[in-house]
């Protein structure tokens, strides 16, 4: 009976319509499978449940006594994201939904100190010495980004993955975009919370995007796609914006990785901060402009009069995926992520996923080293090629190929499609409603099982965002000027 009903609700797994339903389903085959136990059990070889608990059972105590400042002292010290191994990835591959007990007790119980030393008022812990304690403790802790790679039409899978972390309010205020990953990036990045659930509506977004040339404009312009069209359909998603703008209209820091067309030239990343006042929808297309595809493109920027002028107008900038698909070093550098959620569509990359994240849960065993010493070995052939060649030959192929080859291409959390030759066929064709729903679902089932994992490792980094937010109001609100009371004249 048992083994009957656990294929029947397998089967309604599935078919799940909605993330609620799923969980309820996933939970219920824990208890029949058996490792609901598993949970309850604190002991592990994968992490040091000694160290937590212990850990656990110290900030309860000091929560329940109302010391603050020992509290604050005790976090500032011992806070970590992976302490003890937490965070790894075997721990959660055993459970179809969540991890062990304890290590969510744990995150909880750390989430909840720092509310109460947010909320409390001590006297022996001043408003002064708590935004300190925040902003430092904040800082040493990091915080989590999503990564969106390229991917042609694919790449309406990220809309799937967005709709499931916005539904769970765990969507991270740092969103990078490389290719088509860039156009679903600043679309968010443009967008209210309140505006992001009608983007996966049928016509919330346009994705009209691919329109080819005849064979004589091609080989005049070395594209075979129009970028006036591309170009078009960014402008209906993404509007006027430059990158200041959207950031102050939504708070979201969007990330957008563009490669030189032009040798002697590095990649960049366009965001609020190195590139203020570029066009975002400039920037999206120089970072769509697959060679051979759609022609180089220059950015344009918005000047100090308001007007749209050429940025950079030496400089044209193609495909973002080929220099950093996926451009963490820079992105903990600027906005100190350490924590990568990556949504992968490359049509390259998407076949060996499933077998990346097999390797990250294990750690062990000779395939993963033989894999990194072949890749190791194929990028010294590749720099070794390129020394002895002409750099503006074929030298500068390889240099290309060698910067896709030695690229990394997964996160700590890894969210991909199922790969079917069919959707590889169509990467560079637009897709209809009945097609984006289809991705769209495909993303939202691909994250469902992932998103205990995603709140658990993105639990603390939210709260100290929220306790910032709520301090920054708090002193801002204290430092307003009160109006003057009128003394009344005494007859």
């Not at 949970?39 to 994968?46: G, L, R, V």
């Not at 000091?62 to 002292?73: E, I, M, S, T, V």
């Not at 989590?144 to 539904?167: C, D, P, Y």
């Amino acid at each position: 009976m048992t083994r009957k009903m656990v294929a029947q609700r397998r089967r309604d797994l599935d078919n799940a319509p909605d993330y609620r339903a799923w969980s309820e389903i996933a939970q219920e085959l824990d208890q029949l499978e058996g490792t609901d136990a598993w949970k309850h059990d604190e002991t592990s070889d994968d992490f040091d449940y000694l160290l937590i608990r212990e850990r656990l059972a110290e900030l309860r105590r000091l929560r329940a006594r109302g010391d603050a400042r020992q509290l604050a002292f005790d976090l500032y010290e011992g806070l970590h994201g992976n302490l003890g191994n937490i965070s790894h990835p075997g721990l959660y591959t055993v459970a179809r939904f969540g991890t062990k007990r304890l290590i969510e007790d744990y995150v909880k119980e750390v989430s909840r100190c720092l509310d109460f030393i947010c909320a409390g008022d001590f006297p022996d812990f001043n408003f002064e010495q708590k935004i300190q304690f925040f902003k430092r403790t904040a800082t040493a802790f990091g915080r989590s980004a999503l990564m969106l790679s390229g991917g042609g039409t694919l790449g309406m899978f990220h809309l799937g993955v967005i709709k499931a972390l916005h539904g769970e309010r765990l969507l991270p205020r740092v969103l990078s975009g490389s290719s088509a990953g860039s156009i679903i990036a600043s679309t968010v990045g443009t967008h209210l919370d309140h505006e992001i659930d009608q983007l996966f509506e049928p016509g919330g977004l346009n994705l009209d995007a691919f329109q080819s040339l005849g064979l004589r404009e091609a080989l005049r312009g070395g594209a075979m796609m129009s970028g006036d069209q591309l170009e078009r359909c960014l402008a209906t998603n993404i509007g006027e914006y430059t990158f200041s703008e959207a950031f102050d209209r939504t708070g979201r820091i969007i990330c957008i990785t563009v490669s030189p067309a032009d040798p002697h030239q590095q990649g960049r990343i366009l965001n609020y901060l190195t590139a203020p006042h570029v066009m975002m929808r400039r920037a999206v297309l120089a970072s769509c402009a697959v060679p051979g595809v759609f022609p180089p493109v220059m950015l344009e920027a918005r000047s100090f009069a308001g007007d749209v002028i050429p940025y950079m107008p030496g400089k044209r900038w193609i495909d973002g995926s080929l220099s950093s698909d996926l451009p963490m070093l820079r992105l903990a550098r600027l906005h100190n992520i350490n924590h990568y959620i990556v949504s992968q569509t490359n049509p390259h990359i998407v076949p060996f996923m499933a077998q990346i994240d097999r390797e990250q849960s294990q750690r062990r065993g000779l395939a993963p080293l033989a894999a990194e010493l072949v890749k190791t070995s194929g990028t010294g052939a590749l720099r070794l090629a390129r020394k002895h060649l002409d750099p503006y030959g074929g030298g500068r192929m390889l240099h290309k190929i060698d910067n896709i080859v030695r690229q990394r291409y997964s996160g700590d959390i890894n969210l991909y499609p199922r790969s079917t030759p069919q959707r590889f066929l169509r990467v560079f064709s637009n897709p209809d409603p009945e097609d984006i729903q289809r991705y769209i679902r495909s993303g939202e089932r691909a994250t469902w099982p992932k998103l205990e994992r995603i709140r658990n490792q993105t639990r603390i980094s939210r709260t100290f965002e929220d306790c910032l937010k709520l301090l920054k109001q708090r002193e801002h609100e204290a430092l307003k000027p009160r109006p003057r009371t009128r003394l009344k004249a005494v007859s």
